[in-house]
């Protein structure tokens, strides 16, 4: 059981960018799915959050701007980052808490974390 995030790389600010995470062992249509992201010194923070109905939640830093989704054929949810700004640069997770429907913020909630993908936004 596994989560493979993909997608980090270096973008100007106003550019898009489209992150990825694969989950392995996992019945994707059953959990909650989610994206926080940490810079160096800073809690993780939560990005954002998708359940198996389909509902999402994001917080104020990045309502309008990104765009959390899945694909239950693939296992895979994505994070779309449009309108990015040197400030969204971080170390990008994904997590997943199985059986859940709760769009919950907090790290302790989810009981699977994948590698962070670094995502750096030039200014």
């Known amino acids: 059981v596994q989560l493979q995030a993909s997608g980090g790389g270096l973008v100007p600010a106003g550019g898009s960018l489209r992150l990825s995470c694969a989950a392995s062992?996992?019945?994707?249509?059953?959990?909650?799915m989610a994206w926080f992201r940490q810079t160096p010194g800073k809690e993780r923070e939560f990005v954002a959050a998708?359940?198996?109905?389909?509902?999402?939640y994001y917080p104020d830093s990045v309502e309008g701007r990104f765009t959390i989704s899945g694909d239950n054929t693939k296992n895979t949810v994505y994070l779309q980052m449009n309108s990015l700004k040197p400030e969204d640069t971080a170390v990008y997770y994904c997590?997943?808490?199985?059986?859940?429907?709760?769009?919950?913020?907090?790290?302790?909630?989810?009981?699977?974390w994948g590698q962070g993908t670094l995502v750096t936004v030039s200014s």
């Open positions: 998708i359940n198996g109905g389909g509902s999402t």
């Open positions: 997590a997943s808490r199985n059986f859940g429907a709760r769009l919950s913020t907090k790290m302790a909630y989810y009981d699977l």
């Open positions: 062992g996992r019945t994707f249509n059953r959990a909650v």
